[in-house]
């Protein structure tokens, strides 16, 4: 009888740790994958402007676009934009959070390449356009242009970008859609957030 009581109460004991273990992974999960703060936090705005090669550097002052670097590789035939994205610096910012500006043609839905940085869709990507489905899935950019500018999300605003898509009929601003995307130091993207288009 006590050998079978010993064995109730180990049982027990095992099956209360597996819950508790459970628990405490399921929270660690939670508090790992919770943004530092929220899309509403960043009151982001944005302006885009086609330019053309010869006036880039004038279009990209008019619209208050600095620090842009080097231009955005791309054919001589592209339609070039400069753009600039407004935020507050949000509270809970770490050093480790870090703002991705995408800009996505909406008619053909395809990703703009906004610089000279990276090659192929960041792994952050593949997931979101599951989450929003206004986000298409990555598909546009060429090799050798990046996808996305990147500034760390404590660094105060506003966001250069400039980029190219292919040249093509009818293409406006209205066209565009710039995306804000918050992800953590693991690569974890937090929220996408349409801020125009």
Do not use: C
């Not at 006036?55 to 955005?72: C, K, M, N, S, Y």
């Not at 489905?133 to 400039?162: C, T, Y």
Request: charged share 20%.
């Amino acid at each position: 009888m006590r050998a079978l009581r010993s064995r109730v109460r180990l049982v027990s004991l095992l099956s209360l740790v597996a819950v508790l273990a459970s628990v405490a992974w399921v929270a660690y999960r939670h508090w790992r994958d919770r943004p530092p703060f929220s899309v509403s936090a960043v009151h982001a705005t944005a302006t885009v402007r086609f330019t053309e090669w010869s006036r880039f550097e004038q279009d990209a002052r008019a619209i208050g676009a600095e620090d842009l670097g080097a231009r955005p590789a791309g054919r001589p035939d592209d339609r070039l934009f400069v753009g600039r994205l407004e935020h507050r610096t949000p509270t809970g910012a770490g050093d480790q959070d870090v703002f991705h500006v995408l800009v996505v043609d909406k008619r053909n839905e395809r990703f703009a390449g906004v610089g000279n940085l990276t090659q192929g869709p960041p792994s952050y990507l593949a997931g979101l356009s599951q989450r929003y489905p206004w986000l298409p899935a990555p598909r546009g950019a060429e090799d050798g242009q990046a996808w996305s500018v990147a500034v760390p999300a404590n660094r105060p605003g506003p966001i250069s970008f400039a980029g190219g898509l292919p040249a093509s009929q009818g293409l406006t601003e209205a066209d565009l859609m710039v995306v804000l995307v918050l992800v953590g130091q693991d690569g974890t993207a937090y929220w996408a957030a349409r801020v125009s288009g």
